[in-house]
């Protein structure tokens, strides 16, 4: 899955075959009478404090709209939905204004700041009655927009999922590749599902998100949870640019916090990795118990602190990482079990009631 190396503008349709296991029906043509129609895409885009960005982005997005449009590929009544995630500058003023100059852009605004995630998953279930597929991609213009077309592509091709992989990251600093590679090879080693090298940028046609609707948790990890839901997936692959404008949101901190979230939202591995590190220092501690005994038989024990502060510190130091990591467990149920919604829409464009 992880194969990489074609250039942007070519896809690699080889289809991963632990995600193949699904029925044909209604996949495999996106044919009426045994024609090829357009279908009606909604392109999805999260938006926090972006300002700066979002007048240069827009039309990129509207103009892969036309072209896909033109291509007969989509519909003329496709979208391209901004969501504001409670952005404090004039970000929903923006989309605002773009939507009463055209009506091809629609705008939601949540009730406050939600983050990325929460962001992007109120943009596709709001989308998913209303078309039969979506792309969403960042409004940043990092990801690049032409790779949309593929993208459809495979779909009309037969893929449900098609995951947008980033082919090289050579506009990227040292620090950011290495940091953000580390964080899939994290991901993927402490056993979650994820493609490597694959951020947002997705395709998912609404009958999976139908699906992904009955996916009810709060802790969302949106790209480690589409490999959950089946269907026929592939990837396509683009070269990643450098922001247009504006600044990251997510430094090494949040990078940081998104692998630990994401981890423990998707997999047991951290508290199966604690049994084992547990079992393994019952061993030795059995191993010196011994050795303690023995000493003290044969006259040889010494008022050894030392070795005493070394097994206090070393135990004491393993059992608060170990707790931290259980609380975080705790913590995430306690959430799920409050089952809060996830984002709270404020406002809708017109076109969007
Ligand atoms: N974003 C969001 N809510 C947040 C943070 C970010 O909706 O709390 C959006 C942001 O506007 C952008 C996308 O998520 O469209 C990705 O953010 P960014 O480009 O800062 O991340 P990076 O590409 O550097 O990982
Ligand atoms: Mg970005």
Redesign the pocket.
Known sequence: MSKMGTSMGKTESETENNRTATSKTGTAMRTTDGTESPVRLYIVIPCYNEQEVLPLTAPLFRQELQRLEDAGRITGDSRILFVNDGSRDDTWRIIQELSRQDPHFQGLCLSRNRGHQNALLCGLMEARDRCDITISI?C?G?DDIRAMEQMVEEYFGGAEIVYGVRSSRKTDTFFKRFTAQSFYKLMNSMGTETVYNHADYRLVSARVLKEFAGFKEVNIFLRGMFPLVGFKSTSVYYERNE?LAGE?HYPLKKMLGLAFDGITSLSVKPIRIITGLGVVISLVSFLLILYAIIAWITGRAVAGWASTLIAVALLGGIQLISLGVIGEYVGKIFLETKQRPRYIVSERTEGME
């Open positions: 960042d940043d990092q922001r990251s």
